[in-house]
């Protein structure tokens, strides 16, 4: 990850002879929770006359200690960098979306234009992408420069939103940093599509995402337009052969490149050598290097050292080529690659012999190394966060009423969730809303609760094509799962993220959720109250946008 870089910055503030100032508060851990916790942060801001930058991290914000830094952070348009990482820690996931927005709202009431913004190590998930839409889609953001996003349990929910947020108009971004965070290719293919439009990137850095060799391709293709990409890491992903050579691919458009880190990426031999020889037949001027444990056979090694060294001012260029945990032959042969690489060669075996990596079917094997990852990677789901709960009714979550036949109702209620069909709905009687609603409140955690409610929505609505008293039933739900949606905290996106999952306009985080209703009757009746004068403006707006811009 590239590190802070103060010269930078000051360029972005066109004005070098200026000395950069701001209010940090990072490394305290403080507990923010009320606008009083928050009062010596806000005190700092406002006695700082030019805010240029603000960093809170490793400290905890609530909504309300959030809400009265927002309102401190009005009166400085000429804030330009933000450093949040690590500021949620020990918080609710309904609690972060708010305080991001509220943080957002700010900003964008100063009219400031942020060049640097880094959120990482906080796990907001899917849900923290949607506090954050707002600012990433306005002004404030239209001359980032820096986005650090790692660390973040974002998902394949989560990138796709934050490619939609990106998308809203023309970016011209240097870095982007989003590792850790589960994107795998549905992920990479949409945030690809962003940086296709951009070329303006210089760093990306993208470790450890599940990416196999299709999001990789889809990446290697971006990357053709973004000409002035110096660093490129995607360690600890799928890259395979496959994706090594469309990498290889793009790497002729790529004559700034200085910083490759592809450790851990299951190369094998062949996609070394296809990287070695877009190295020498473009005279790449690479740097730094980093291809370890990725089961290269000794001779693939050597190309790559003589790819490497193949220009003269190799040996003052080159400060780090990493082969370790690979096949490097014998001693000689790991003394020549060290006599060519110098002092930036960082040389050890893998676990076994010289020929751990090295059979006289080397190929073959990869290539059916290559179909098994495909078929890994198709039969492969997120799951790095924990924002999408499926609901399911147990014992210990039915609700204990004081009247008879109690058992029974439940019985009828759970049958119902779980098989959501017209005869199993007229079970529950002509109270069937009122059935359900004393049904669910056990459920403590507000984003199962709200989850549960949604389901219970959709199991109604979708049968409400096939009967007028279904159609009414349907409404009555509608107004108690916004009035229940309502009674909880941060509520809104995360009623939101159910419901547009649970039409299926975005996909599960959570490998065990099922649709078991009719969405064509769903659609239908939610249209029939899209209007109503309860339904939340927002909530609509979102809910047309996504029907018609599916994630």
Known sequence: MTSFNLKSINSVLNDNSTTLSGVDFSGKSLKLDTENDAQPIVDAINSCPNLHYLTLTGNTLGVSAAQAIAK?????PEL???????MFTGRMKTEIPPALSALG??????????SLLDLSDNAFGPIGVEGLAKLLQSDVCSELEELRLNNNGLGITGGRLLAGALASRPRRLKVFVAGRNRLENDGARALAKVFQSMGTLEEITMPQNGI????VAALSSALKQNRNLATLNLNDNTVGVKGAAAIADALPSLKRLKSINFGDCLL????AKALAKAFKDNSLLIESLDLSHNEIGRDACMELVDALTSLPDSTDRLTRVVLAGNSLGSAAQKKMMKDKLGASAELSDGEDSDDQYVTDSEEEVENSEEEEESNAEDNSEDSATEDSQQFETTADEQTALDTSGVEEVETDVGRFLREPTLDNLNKLGARAVDVIDVHLPSIKDPSDLIDAYVEATFSVSGLSAQSTGAAQLSKEMYEVLIRRAGQQHAAA???ANAMLRGLGLIKSENKGYKIRWFLPGCFSALASVLEAPYFPQS?????RYANLHPF
């Open 493 to 495: 996106w995360i009623l």
């Open 72 to 76: 401190s952070l009005e009166s400085h």
């Open 268 to 271: 094998k031999s062949n996609g």
């Open 80 to 86: 330009k960098i933000c450093r949040f990482s690590d």
């Open 539 to 543: 909530l609509r707006d979102t809910i």
């Open 105 to 114: 709202d700010g900003m964008i009431a100063a009219g400031a234009r942020l």
């Open 212 to 215: 196999y060799h299709a999001g």
